[in-house]
C-alpha cells in the first residue's frame, strides 16, 4: 500500500538518507555532515600528526571544551522563534513523498492550511531543540581518548559524526514527547488533520493519507540539529576566532 508516506521513520535517523528520497535542500545540508569525510582523506597523513605534541589531558578536554561549545551554539540558534523556520536549509517541509498531495490541496484553494502545517512542524522542533544540549554533555563526558583522537584528527565533520552514534537514540526519546506536545500546543495536529482530511474527501484521491506526523518532525529535527553541529565543528576547525578559550586554541590552533 502507498498510503503510509513517512516509510523512513524510525528505521533510519540518519541525516544521510538515500538521495532520491530527499529535495535539494536536504542534500545540501547532508553534504555539510559528510564534507569531512573527504577532507579526511585526502589529508590523512598530515591529520595524523595534529595532536602529536598534546598530552592525552590537553586532547580530552579540547575535544571536550570545542564539543560543548559546539552543541550549545547550535542548540541555541535553534531552540529559538525561526531557528527552523526561517533557516532555508533545514526548515521542515512537506516531505517529497507528499508533495504532489500539497500541490493538489493548493490548487484548490487550501494553501492556508498547509502553510499552517509547515509552520507548526517547525514550532515543535524549535521547541524541542533545547532538550539537546544535556543529552550532548553527557556523551561528551563519557568521550574516551581513543574517540578524542579519531575526533581531532578525522575530517571537519568527525565529532559530529561521534556526537551522532553517541546520542540519536536518546535524543529521539527526548525529542519526540516534546514536540507531540508542541505540535498539540500550536494546532499542528489539527491542521494535519485539516489537510489531509480534506485531501482524503477530494474525488482525484484514490490512496487515503495515514501518517506519523511527530515521527517525521523528530526525524527532520534531528537531521537540523546535526547540520548546524556540523556547521558549529567546522567553524571550529577552520575559524581561529571561534577558538574562544584558551585549550581551543592550544588543540585547534597548535599553540
Request: net charge positive; hydrophobic share 40%; glycine share 6%.
Amino acid at each position: 500500500m502507498k498510503h503510509l508516506l513517512f516509510l523512513f521513520l524510525f528505521t533510519s535517523l540518519s541525516i544521510m538518507m538515500p538521495a532520491q528520497s530527499l529535495k535539494s535542500l536536504v542534500n545540501k545540508s547532508k553534504s555539510i555532515i559528510q564534507e569531512g569525510t573527504k577532507t579526511n582523506k585526502s589529508n590523512s597523513s598530515s591529520n595524523n600528526l595534529i595532536g602529536s605534541n598534546l598530552s592525552n589531558a590537553d586532547i580530552l578536554d579540547g575535544l571536550r571544551e570545542a564539543l560543548k561549545v559546539g552543541t550549545q551554539n547550535a542548540s541555541g540558534k535553534l531552540n529559538k522563534t525561526n531557528g527552523f523556520f526561517t533557516n532555508q536549509l533545514i526548515k521542515i517541509l512537506m516531505p517529497p513523498e507528499a508533495k504532489k498531495i500539497e500541490s493538489t490541496l493548493r490548487s484548490f484553494g487550501f494553501n492556508k492550511q498547509c502553510d499552517n502545517l509547515i509552520l507548526s512542524m517547525n514550532r515543535a522542533a524549535e521547541d524541542a531543540a533545547g532538550q539537546a544540549v544535556p543529552i550532548f554533555v553527557n556523551a561528551i563526558m563519557h568521550m574516551t581518548i581513543n574517540d578524542g583522537l579519531s575526533i581531532l584528527r578525522g575530517g571537519n565533520n568527525a565529532a559530529t559524526i561521534f556526537l551522532k552514534q553517541a546520542t540519536s537514540s536518546a535524543l529521539t526519546t527526548a525529542f519526540r514527547p516534546v514536540i507531540e506536545n508542541s505540535l498539540n500546543k500550536v494546532g499542528a495536529t489539527r491542521y494535519w488533520s485539516d489537510v489531509f482530511t480534506t485531501y482524503n474527501k477530494l474525488p482525484i484521491t484514490r490512496n487515503k493519507v495515514n501518517t506519523d506526523l511527530a515521527g517525521y518532525v523528530t526525524e527532520r529535527a534531528l537531521n537540523g540539529l546535526f547540520t548546524t553541529v556540523a556547521e558549529e565543528e567546522a567553524n571550529i576547525r577552520q575559524n581561529p576566532s571561534a577558538r574562544v578559550s584558551g585549550i581551543l586554541q592550544k588543540v585547534f590552533g597548535g599553540e
